[in-house]
């Protein structure tokens, strides 16, 4: 199933399909480790709808609602939990 | 030999960088950027080393201005050796950065820091697997402890020695990019340029098309300036010029794979891509987790600092502290500093009494540079303190904190999360607000928070206005006059970060993707020492410009001699500019005050009090004679004008230094006086209107 990354619960795991747009702000992401194939947990959002907090590849990002309605991610399915994967 | 020093952003680098270095530090800012430069020499096996701290960074693509120097200072210096810190708890994106690296300088010691953190969150590193996997030397430290520095050291002169360029492992790319990749390096080999630089990383940049590729930069400057302070000299290093820009081959090439879909965007992607898909198979080779889940302390701190219901009680006892303790606590420090000041300056007098000196100079002496250049320096200690409380914060990792909380309401004002702080700061003082910028990475976000930071009353001016709003006001009538005119400020100041918005010119908004680094206990060096490099340049910087206002001001208001204040050249002025202040029922005095608060605010009631004729330095007494001048209208009017404009000189001169250009600083003057007497207007023949007197 495929959803935004903006649109998941606090507690919730999926995994990065693509990134949506382009330019610097694609190029940031990347450079935080926001790849297609990545885990990603969110941790939680703030309130008043401010940024969210996630977890990939064991550390901390904090992420506005806005780029992360960029971020399309399914759901973790077995065969992708048997790759290696970094991400706890 | 030239050793740079390259991480990401709080993996320690300062820390080993101040261990190496020691006091032989040079900090201060790239040419024509407001980025810390640090560098140092050191003595180390007959080898004179020229170290350099490299701005932390996330990879070496052009990004933000760290990314831009980091990459320029790899590319066109060619360090002989790249020390890379990396983060074990976070070691998967470190070691991108690392892969970046090893493409363009083989010359590579990797130094493994944080193991304890790594630990404690479940995870073991084993070097001797990471060294082979990579096949660079990796040397285990433990910079807070100092642990391992000496040996990391040790290790990059080996490398750096060597006769041959060690061979570390490349990155496989998929045979579909591969290909790419070696067609390239194909047209590529014969071309002078493959003798400068790597041929693999010349064709991964060629097939990025990346502007610089082709680029020749003339260093026009001096290495290293022998600056006789070897503290905090300006330092500012080497400014390139470009030469000329040739074209390499492979356009035919580019246009061809672009017609097949592959075009910059897309070997961006697929080289990040490989490199992280390479991260992640070599990574079950030295990376063992044991316990995974298990919560470690950044979780159990966060799950209250980040809370929805604590995380903004906590913030606001956190920015309570630092307040009281810089602007509070920090008092007695200020008050002993202007006595020391007044003391020197009698003693001073004193003695050219004794050598008969002309009046003027004494008055000149007393008057005009002790008390001027005393009234900034009783602010150092306040100043000092906060930087203290500000590298603490930063260090420990609270400071994302803040801005993750802070985010959504800097966000209303299209702002970035990072503005916050310094924005909060402006309450405490300005100046430090504004040098709080630098956190920002897109210099437009920090020029605008700059600019706006100023329309936030600081605690000096917050003293006047109580003082004023209790002697018009009195009773609970003044709380809530009080409250307005700081609700005012903060509608003002968000309206004007829309207003630049528009007005400071940005090809692309910034992204709010913010690291959320794991919280640990700085050391103490590391807060010391950049708050007395800080304390010390912003002295450094602005005394000359203090020094000759305060000239400037003791001549404008003491000549001609033994006149009534409204008589001498300040008083005039204020006279002439009385046809502005008319329009908004402000008298003479109110224009004087006005024009003399301008060396810095917290003389305006003084000021006032000479005009109105009172002795007493009281600042109430004070107030309570201009009631019988003023009507309460007019008083609000004063104080909304007099929270509005330019804070002090000392605030301006701290603008131009950090946003380098003297063009914005004169607009945000401009700014703050037409938007002050604008609001003014507004609220004097609003008031009116609505029949208030």
Redesign the interface.
Known sequence: MERLLGDLKSGECACVKCIQG????????????I????ELEV??R??????L?VRL????????RG?CAKIAVTDINEELIEQ????? | MKIALVGNPNVGKSTVFNVLTGSNQQVGNWAGKTVERKSGIIQRANQTIEMIDLPGT??L?A?SQEEIITREYILRENPDVVMAMVDA?????NL?LVLQILELAPRVVIGLNMMDLAVS?G?TIHTAELALALNVPVIEIVAAKGKGIEEFLDEAIRVGTLSQDPLPRKVPYPQALEQKVRAMEGLLSKNPWATRYPLRWLAIKRLERDPEIGQDWKASAPGISQSKDSCCDTGYGVSYELLKTTSLPGEELLETYEAEGWSK?HF??AF??AK??Y???I??KFRT?IN?GKPTW?DSI?AWA???IW?YPIMMAVLGLVFWGSFVASAPLGGAISQGMAWSAEVIVRLLQWGQAPEFIQSLIRDGIFAGVGAVLAFVPQIAIFFAFFSLMQDSGYL?RA???G??FM?LMGLH?KSFFSLVSGFGCNVPGIMATRTLEDPKDRLITMLINPLIPCVPRLGVMSAVVAAFFPGSRGSVVMLSLLMLSMFLVMVSALFMRRVVKQT?R?????????YHIPTLRNVLLPTWQKTYSFLKRAWTFILVASIVVWFLSSYPQGVPMQATWAGKMGGWLSFIGAPLGFDWRIMVSIVFGFAAKETTLSTLGILYGVAANASQSIAQAMTGAMTPLNAYTFLVVYMLYIPCLASVVTTYKESGSLGWTSFGVAYNLILSFIMGWIVFHGGQALGFQ
Do not use: C, H, W
């Not at chain 1, 790849?35 to 990545?38: C, E, K, R, T």
């Not at chain 1, 290696?84 to 706890?88: F, K, T």
């Not at chain 2, 708890?89 to 994106?93: A, D, P, V, W």
């Not at chain 2, 910034?510 to 794991?518: D, G, R």
């Open positions: 382009g330019g610097a702000i694609r190029r940031r992401m990347m450079d935080m480790g790849v297609p194939g990545v941790i939680r703030a309130p008043f709808g401010g940024p907090q590849k064991g550390y901390y990002l904090a992420m506005r780029e290696p994967l970094a991400s706890r | 996330y990879s693509t990004y708890s976070n070691i998967e994106r991108y969150s995870l965007d961006e992607m990040a891509d992280y898909q991260i992640s198979e990574l079950p987790t995974p950044t966060d980040l809370s929805p995380g994302a801005a993750f909380l985010d959504r966000q999360g692309e910034s992204a709010f993707v913010m690291e959320l680094p794991l």
